[in-house]
């Protein structure tokens, strides 16, 4: 699996400015709200600002729901028993809003470091909360589908961040239905892209996006008798 990683030395986080110096007449932005399966958190975590903290719900794999409220730089890494970075599951300005797999590769996250100039939360949530994968469907950022059909072609779109000079990230893999193994990797791409991608059976989804994708998954036609 390769994991969503930003080069750091290329893209600096923001200075924010003191509260006194360049303020706008215009309301805040608001994170767009995120949207599961209607299952309740396992662990709620939150902090207002930088913050390490760590996950209490054993290795098992799980998604988290993440959502911040500040103006300025938001990054969430996921860190090791030795708290070493495994991947970053964020890095973006402003509110924002998404949903990441966690400890679906062999690879346990025990903490989460978090770098925000605001309010923020991230919920944990069991695997049941990802989203059905049905029909069009289309999601603002990064977020975890659920294919219960068989084989099908996945027509993929990703419409870029226009916030990014190089119009965004846009990775997805697909893993077993418990999120116990990685089965293979759907797209990796930088800026606008559209495309297609063959779906083996029922799987789980995890699309890393810096901004709104959408699938539509066709099946197969069922094998007709010799």
């Known amino acids: 699996m390769k994991w969503f990683r930003r080069d750091r030395a290329q ?5 924010v400015p003191p509260p006194e110096v360049g303020k706008s007449d215009e309301p805040p932005r608001q ?9 309740p958190a396992l662990q709620r975590i939150g902090g207002d600002g930088d913050k390490v903290a760590r996950l209490t719900t054993g290795t098992d794999p799980v998604i988290l729901d993440i959502t911040h409220s500040g103006n300025g ?3 969430v890494d996921a860190l090791d028993g030795r708290l070493h970075s495994q991947s970053q599951l964020v890095y973006t300005d402003g509110p924002f809003s998404c949903r990441a797999l966690v400890n679906a590769d062999d690879r346990p996250v025990r903490a989460l470091r978090v770098q925000a100039d ?10 049941s909360s990802a989203l059905p994968c049905e029909g069009h ?3 603002p950022a990064s977020d975890v589908l659920r294919h219960t059909g068989g084989p099908g072609i996945a027509t993929l779109r990703y419409e870029g961040d226009p916030r990014s000079d190089d119009g965004g990230y846009f990775l997805v893999d697909t893993f077993e239905p418990d999120g116990t193994g990685f089965l293979d990797e759907l797209a990796n791409h930088v800026g606008p892209w559209h495309g297609e991608a063959p779906v083996t059976g029922p799987c789980l989804l995890y699309a890393r ?3 709104p994708w ?3 998954v066709r ?5 007709t008798s010799p």
């Open 219 to 223: 099946l197969l036609d069922p094998p």
């Open 214 to 216: 959408s699938i539509v």
């Open 137 to 139: 469907t289309r999601r």
């Open 11 to 15: 893209r600096q986080a923001p200075v």
């Open 31 to 39: 994170a767009p709200p995120v949207l599961t399966a209607g299952d």
């Open 118 to 127: 605001g309010p923020w939360t991230v919920d944990v949530s069991p695997l």
């Open 209 to 211: 996006s810096d901004g």
């Open 73 to 75: 730089h938001f990054v």
